[in-house]
């Protein structure tokens, strides 16, 4: 509803409950190595996750303790220290979740 000329018109607004994380098999993530603005360091860069913050950081935790690294969850991506596409490749797609590499 954009305009009304009822003077008793009541607008029904229904509240919002945030962003609402899609399933595992409808998720498409890609992973990457990336080495841009790093030093020179390589990070595995996992780009596409679709759902609440707090789903994408229990993703990006249960991928650090299995690969035994470091890493980080921010603006909607997971990096993971190192070259780990193989393995967060496979883990990804064991737990559910449609991914492919990307890039070179």
């Known amino acids: 509803m954009v305009y009304s ?7 029904q607004v229904k509240p ?6 899609l399933a595992s098999d409808k998720q498409d993530l890609r ?19 679709i ?3 707090e ?8 991928l650090k303790s299995k ?7 921010k603006d909607g991506e ?3 220290q190192g070259d780990h596409r193989d393995r967060i490749l496979a883990l990804l797609i064991a737990a559910g979740y449609k991914a ?4 070179s």
């Open 31 to 49: 992973i990457q190595l990336d080495k841009k603005n790093r030093s020179g360091k390589a990070v595995t860069l996992i780009t596409g996750f």
């Open 51 to 53: 759902g609440k913050p």
């Open 78 to 80: 997971i990096l993971i």
């Open 55 to 62: 789903d994408l950081e229990k993703l990006g935790r249960e």
């Open 67 to 73: 690969c035994g690294v470091g890493g980080s969850v």
């Open 16 to 21: 919002l409950n945030g962003l609402v994380t």
């Open 100 to 103: 492919k590499k990307s890039g």
């Open 5 to 11: 000329t009822n003077p008793d018109f009541q607008y």
